[in-house]
């Protein structure tokens, strides 16, 4: 039995140390240019794929030939230990630390809600994150103490790529014979997608499971920015680049139509396979179930869909007899506990001399050192120079999560991570999204590694800016500028782009285009034309991906250590250390609701007045959420300054006057009923940091003392 696991953050440092280291037509399309070759090569970029649906040869074209029995093999395969393994695990046990003991035959407890993290977090977050969870799940296979799992599954914000690797190591800790339960009270098609990887699935009679189906669209400005004399001036590249149709367009072009189709059918269809299999049913029972409208409990218990109805304290008594705990208590042991418990003790040891990095990249990418949340070129380049140099780190993994952003910070890295592994296996791992500079980044690898419904691909870019001279006219606020240099005023907000102008934009929006495609195919070992085909700023799932050459083999983490191992020339069945190089930064003060707020609140706020004393009080609060920063930012940018740079810079998001490799608005496909308990969930957040807002500190609760306190 092997288990490949990760490390402590003493491991990372010591890693680290070692190293020392207009209509919307005429705005997308450039009409008043006089350059032929840009007017050419624009014309070219809106071509449709030659053959797109014939293009699953592609892949033999990829950057290197990955071993297909490898990648066919199961991901996770539960291997009983031996008698011996269990004697030494058990003598590991015996001499635990008193802070890492529980009972015997204990459930593992769990809770996942909400954003499941990518990262590791750090000791301040009470965040959950993914590789802590399936390391969790993992150990629990084969710890003796554990009896079984029990998971609260409330509504969760995580796409659909986390939720397959989820369900791959529920499946995996199934095979151990073990007990696994899910318990829902409020879930939709996410929840219960994730609910059916377990044994037994229980609900309380008065919960609520909405399972209506899917759906996938976008939110259109340009008739709000039309009325209030805001233009938006914006320049893409490829068929498909419709990262800026939220502001140029009223409605949703037919490019993004078919690529939004694609995906939409792509989970359609995994959600009918997977839960057909799950709960022993046809893909015909599980489409009959969506469309029937199904709102009573008792229906989905009769159907076979849940396995009772109880409720939490029912749970909590069904689990008593079933545990080494008291007659009257449920023996269990913590996430949090839990999560502290090496992965050593069950066979896989951290003293051996290989060692396979993990560097996690979440988020948007921002150019310069940005804040929160985000992907930034010097922190990822810094991680991968401390790999580079330490000879005791035989590959890498790189885990990408990002819908792109930054095109320059993109490409940065993008060069940083093919030095890298032009000396080191370097394998990409992608988990919800790695479009666009996700993709970016992750093409630089030797190999790439995507889960079936990875939102993937997007090679295209945008770039633009806001004339707001309409607008500046209504509320009476002017604005001149002496310059010298024929593009010196390019980037001003204040006037629409002239004829030299739009021309330059034109030629730098295509010349970024170029160099991502190009790179992109080099990369794959595939030449432009075939590229071309792919590309042109469309987005795939990971299945399809694989199909086109843009993705390797489909698959989690695992798959990707897999075959990091064998690019390393390690053995399958040998362990290694999985060292973890990237961890989410938390603050003490994170703890506290509402002490992280956004800056763009009052923004927000300033927009809604200004609003509504142009055009009345019917502006949604969307509106003036996107609206408001604009209108903030280039009103009062001679009062605030830098502060107000920033909060255009938050609100314009993928739009910049630099080039952006950012993913379409609006391609995440949604359950129904997930999206519905999504809405009420942020609604009962805002009340509870309102409440909180007037009240003490004391109003944090300490738990009521059920099963999943």
């Known amino acids: 039995m092997q288990l490949v696991t990760a490390s402590t953050s003493l491991s990372q440092r010591r890693l680290l140390s070692e190293s020392a280291s207009s209509p919307p037509e005429a705005v997308e399309a450039p009409g008043k ?17 030659a053959s797109v649906q014939n293009s ?7 950057a290197s030939k990955v071993d297909v029995e490898l990648v066919a093999e199961p991901e996770l395969v539960y291997k009983a230990p031996g008698i011996g393994e269990k004697f030494w695990t058990n003598f590991k046990l015996s001499f635990a630390l008193p802070w890492r003991r529980f009972k015997h035959d204990s459930v593992l407890v769990l809770k996942l809600e909400g954003n499941i993290a990518e990262q590791p977090q750090g000791r301040f977050s009470n965040t959950v994150s993914l590789p802590a969870v399936c390391d969790c799940l993992l150990k629990a296979a084969y710890d003796p103490r554990v009896t079984g799992v029990v998971v609260k599954i409330d509504p969760l914000g995580c796409g659909w790529g986390k939720l397959q690797e989820l369900r791959r190591h529920i499946e995996l800790f199934n095979e151990s014979g073990k007990m696994s339960i899910a318990y829902m009270e409020r879930a939709g098609e996410k929840e219960y997608y994730l609910a059916s990887a377990f044994k037994e699935v229980y609900m309380p009679p008065s ?6 189906g899917f759906t996938v669209g976008g939110t259109f400005l340009r008739g709000v920015f039309d009325k209030v004399g805001v233009q938006p001036e914006v320049k893409r590249f490829g068929k498909y680049k419709s990262a800026g149709d939220q502001l140029l367009r009223t409605d949703m072009s037919e490019a993004q139509r078919e690529q ?4 939409l059918d792509d989970i359609y269809d995994d959600f009918l396979t997977t839960i057909a299999r799950s709960r022993g049913k046809t893909r015909e029972e599980v489409a009959a179930m969506l469309d029937a409208g199904i709102f009573d409990m008792e229906q989905f218990k009769e159907g076979g869909w849940l396995t009772d109805l109880k409720y939490e304290d029912e749970i909590n008594d069904m689990l008593k007899p079933k545990t080494g705990g008291k007659e009257d208590e449920v023996a269990k042991v913590s996430y949090n506990k839990y999560a502290k418990v090496r992965p050593s003790t069950f066979g896989a040891p951290l003293s051996g001399s290989k060692a396979i990095a993990v560097i996690r990249a979440s988020g ?5 050192k940005g804040t929160g949340n985000s992907i930034t070129a010097p922190d990822i380049i810094r991680q991968l120079r401390a790999v580079k140099k330490n000879k005791k780190v035989a590959a890498v993994v790189l885990r990408v999560d990002s819908g792109g952003g930054d095109a320059l910070a993109s490409d940065l890295m993008w060069r940083e991570i093919s030095q890298l592994a ?69 980037f001003a907000e204040s006037k629409s782009l002239s004829e030299d102008e739009e021309q330059l934009f034109d030629a730098s929006a295509l010349h970024a285009y170029e160099s991502f495609r190009n790179k992109a195919a080099e990369s794959r070992g595939m030449d ?37 191992k064998q690019a390393a020339g390690i053995a399958q069945e040998e362990g290694v250390r999985l060292v973890e190089l990237s961890r989410a930064k938390a603050s003490p003060l994170s703890l506290l609701p509402g ?50 740079a920033d909060l255009g810079q938050q609100v314009q998001g993928g739009l910049s006057a630099s080039a952006q490799a950012v993913m379409p608005d609006g391609v995440e496909v949604q359950g129904v009923g997930s999206s519905m308990l999504a809405g009420v969930d942020a609604l009962q957040q805002q009340v509870m940091l309102q409440s909180f807002s007037s009240g003490p500190l004391g109003g944090f609760s300490s738990g009521s003392g059920g099963l999943f306190d």
């Open 595 to 644: 002490l992280g707020a956004s800056a763009s609140s009052p923004a927000a706020a300033f927009g809604s007045l200004v609003l509504q004393l142009l055009a009345g009080s019917g502006f949604s609060s969307p509106a003036a959420s996107i609206l408001g920063p604009i209108v903030l930012n280039s009103v009062l940018q001679e009062k605030l300054g830098a502060a107000a």
């Open 33 to 49: 240019s006089s350059n032929g070759a840009v007017k050419a090569a624009y014309a070219a970029s809106q071509a449709a794929p």
């Open 422 to 490: 032009a000396v080191k296996p370097v394998i990409a791992s992608m988990s919800d999204v790695a479009a666009s500079g996700g993709y970016y980044m992750s093409m630089a690898a030797n190999k790439i590694v995507a889960e079936a419904l990875t939102v993937t691909g997007s090679i295209g870019v945008v770039t633009g800016k806001f004339n707001l001279k309409e607008l500046y006219d209504k509320v009476g606020y002017s604005k001149e500028l002496i310059s010298k240099g024929r593009y010196a005023q390019l």
């Open 528 to 564: 432009q034309d075939a590229m071309q085909d792919v590309a042109q700023g469309r987005v795939w799932s990971g299945q399809r991906a694989v199909k086109l050459g843009l993705v390797d083999a489909v698959g989690g983490i695992r798959k990707a250590i897999a075959l990091a």
């Open 56 to 62: 699953s040869n592609s892949s033999s074209s990829s």
């Open 364 to 368: 948007a990418i921002v150019g310069g």
């Open 260 to 263: 939004l189709t694609a995906l």
């Open 207 to 212: 919960g609520s499971l909405s399972l209506r």
